[in-house]
């Protein structure tokens, strides 16, 4: 198993340029989360999926939309990307019920210019 | 939005130092509080779940424990090898029925222990 896996790994975009950072997972998980890490704030939420086409907002949603695809695929979207939008982006991945263990894809680091 | 925070931010020690940081937490609804170890250039791995107050944790020379009514939980590293370098975040849940289990993190607490 290949657990979550998010691709690109790295990506450079100029201002106003958009992307689409994917993500998947094999674990047949219902919930699936994206976040995005800057340094000294910890993992913030950006947008959720509790279970296959339903998605809802995290802590910091502006300037994204999310695609829950199918139960597998969770893709994050940025339209217009900002400079603030640099960063490094998670996704995750749980079982619904439990005790709530979230399993991360391995990250992809981007920068905008 | 809960709150959590963790302290120290950063943490440097010698090798087989022993050492410990906190993690707070609101108390009310809580549901689990979660502990994970982020090396850099990889993902966050998942150490230790806790739910009961005064549940204690152990894997190896790491172990944790929680206070649910005061709303702190403690992560111990005995005897620190340069390995155990990394960023430990904790993360707290509530009770968040159908809207799946929501994990609210701190911001880390960056460890590096020198050879």
């Given at each position: 198993n290949a657990g979550v896996t998010q691709t690109p790994k790295f990506q450079v975009l100029k201002t106003g340029q958009s992307m689409t950072l994917q993500c998947a997972q094999d674990m047949n998980h219902n919930s699936m989360y994206w976040y995005r890490q800057d340094p000294g704030m910890g993992l913030r939420l950006i947008y959720y999926s509790a279970s296959e086409g339903t998605t809802d907002k995290g802590e910091v949603p502006n300037?994204?939309?999310?695609?829950?695809?199918?139960?597998?695929e969770f893709s994050l979207r940025l339209e217009s990307a900002a400079p603030s939008q640099?960063?490094?982006?998670?996704?995750?991945?749980?079982?619904?019920?439990?005790?709530?263990?979230?399993?991360?894809?391995?990250?992809?680091?981007?920068?905008?210019? | 939005i809960l709150n959590v925070e963790q302290s120290p931010q950063s943490l440097h020690v010698q090798e087989g130092d022993s050492t410990?940081?906190?993690?707070?937490?609101?108390?009310s609804n809580f549901y689990a509080l979660h502990w994970y170890r982020w090396e850099t250039a990889k993902s966050p791995e998942a150490l230790f779940?806790?739910?009961?107050?005064g549940d204690e944790k152990k894997k190896g020379r790491i172990s944790a424990t929680l206070n649910t009514k005061e709303g702190y939980s403690y992560l111990y590293i005995k005897g620190s090898q340069p390995e155990d370098s990394a960023t430990y975040l904790c993360a707290s849940s509530v009770r968040a029925g159908s809207a799946g289990n929501m994990l609210t993190f701190g911001g880390g607490t960056r460890l590096m222990v020198k050879p």
């Open positions: 300037g994204y939309n999310v695609s829950r695809l199918n139960k597998r640099t960063s490094v982006y998670f996704c995750a991945s749980s079982q619904t019920g439990g005790l709530g263990e979230q399993y991360f894809g391995p990250g992809t680091r981007l920068t905008v210019t | 410990n940081f906190t993690c707070s937490f609101p108390s779940v806790m739910t009961l107050n």
